[in-house]
């Protein structure tokens, strides 16, 4: 079990398509694990009926020289926004537990379905996905798996349970939204690959919003060519399209220096730096320049109010005013009203700078130039003093969520490697991010990236 449970997607589908392992084995062994794992808080339900058949009908392919393909039995979690079949869809929250069934599949698990991936649960998130700490009143928080003994450090969010149930080793590959890091930071905290991909890549069918204007998904996973693996049967294509490994010479950054680097941990910067020299000296192209537009997105923010507060607030105005609300997650609650101050002319001036913004941006770059950064300015802190301190909460998951967010506002795809720790021996995570539609350029260069940094 613990041979499988450390593979990536790439190794299993070998073993898989090869016939040294077996579908069904693998799905056993995946749920031997995650009823092996002392954090109870990861998985939210289970799908033990489902994966046993989509395991034995992939056992079936593939005996038969029938696979589907790379991703034939390899097994997948979702995040709990994401519709499976007969189940209701539960955002992490209490309130939508007597909600309706649903009655088909996400869009995108039909596609992974489709490309016979086997799915065996749903994991934690935020309520709502409002959160990029991760931390959930009603389910519980999962346990950041790289946490020192004896503490209990945050996954981030909002795809905590993604990111934790990748790390842990219960998954290969756990399928996450990001609408202002949510699939990027607990990659990073938890040591592990996330890819963003550009808004609209995916059919969004049956999954639960927070965000419209800013929501994407994309994988979390153990590496780069997992990652590329999942993109392209969640758009439902047999195999990858467009990937080419870049030479060292055409490997070309811009490191920002505005605002990516405020108040970061020296451990951060270190590691951040001493991936960048090892870039460099594997060939690559690094320059440092000062964008003004990402200071003017905070400064747009603090006059007119954030996209994602307007858009929950109308998502969820009417559970607000109503008994609902003494059910949810108090901070959840206080950052979705206010959402009520924002008035629809400051919305729409918001979106009319947010446009502006992002061709003044991609301007500034040069031609196949790609933007280097931490993920994180920080490393995934402890549980316990965020919980007890509400301001602390807010502080510190604005905090979270900043160097993420503007790639969600200039609608850029990104992905985060590990490249390193700080603090307490947590993970750090270096971002590779470009502008939107970029996605098989930015895939390719992550790999090249997270060859040179081993």
């Known amino acids: 079990m613990a041979a499988t449970g450390s593979r990536s997607i790439a190794q299993l589908s070998v073993l898989l398509q090869s016939g040294t392992l077996d579908p069904v084995e693998l ?3 995946t749920f031997d694990r995650i009823a092996g794992w002392p954090d109870r808080t990861i998985f939210i339900e289970l799908l033990e009926e489902r994966a046993s058949a989509e395991a034995e009908a992939s056992r079936r392919r593939i005996r038969e ?4 393909g790379l991703l034939d039995g390899i097994p997948v979690a979702w995040k709990d926004l994401f519709d499976i079949e007969g189940l209701p869809t539960t955002a992490g929250s209490r309130v939508l537990c007597g909600t309706a069934p649903a009655e088909r599949d996400a869009a995108v698990v039909r596609a992974l379905s489709a490309a016979g991936m086997v799915s065996v649960g749903r994991v934690n998130m935020s309520e709502f996905a409002f959160s990029g700490l ?3 009143p009603h389910y519980g928080t999962p346990r950041n798996p790289v946490s020192p003994p004896g503490e209990h450090r945050i996954p981030g969010g909002s795809s905590s349970g993604s990111g934790v149930a990748v790390a842990a080793g219960l998954v290969p590959v756990a399928i996450g939204t990001d609408t202002g890091g949510s699939v990027r930071i607990p990659a990073a905290f938890n040591g592990i690959v996330g890819y963003k991909a550009t808004r609209g890549r995916y059919a969004m069918d049956g999954v639960f919003p927070l965000a419209t204007s800013l929501d994407s998904l994309g994988p979390l996973c153990r590496t780069v060519q997992d990652a590329i693996w999942a993109d392209a049967a969640m758009r439902g294509l047999p195999a990858p399209t467009g990937i080419e490994w870049p030479a060292p010479d055409d490997l070309s950054f811009v490191i920002p220096e505005t605002v990516f680097f405020d108040d970061a941990e020296e451990g951060v910067v270190a590691a951040f730096e001493a991936a960048v020299e090892r870039l460099r000296a594997g060939g690559a192209k690094v320059r440092r320049a000062a964008f003004p ?6 400064d ?4 007119h109010g954030a996209l994602v507060t307007a858009e929950a607030y109308v998502l969820h105005r009417h559970r ?4 609902e609300a003494a059910r949810m ?4 609650v206080k950052r979705t009203t206010l959402g009520g101050k924002i008035s629809l002319s400051d919305y729409v001036e918001t979106l009319a700078a947010r446009d502006r913004l992002i061709r003044s941006f991609e301007g500034r770059l040069a031609a196949g130039e790609l933007i280097l950064s931490p993920t994180l300015p920080h490393v995934a802190p402890r549980v316990e003093p965020l919980v007890e301190d509400d301001e602390l909460f807010f502080r510190i998951n604005g905090r979270t969520l900043r160097n993420t967010s503007i790639g969600n506002f200039l609608d850029w795809c990104g992905v985060s490697l590990p490249c390193g720790t700080g603090e307490a021996g947590m993970p750090v995570g270096l971002l590779v991010s470009s502008p939107r539609g ?9 790999l090249a990236v997270e060859a040179l940094l081993g």
């Open 134 to 136: 991760g931390i959930n």
């Open 320 to 323: 607000l005013g109503g008994p």
């Open 27 to 29: 799905a056993q062994e």
């Open 438 to 446: 970029s996605d098989e350029r930015t895939l390719s260069v992550a």
């Open 300 to 303: 747009l923010m603090a006059r």
């Open 329 to 332: 997650d108090q901070r959840v």
């Open 65 to 68: 020289g029938r696979s589907r």
């Open 293 to 298: 537009e990402f200071t003017e997105i905070f």
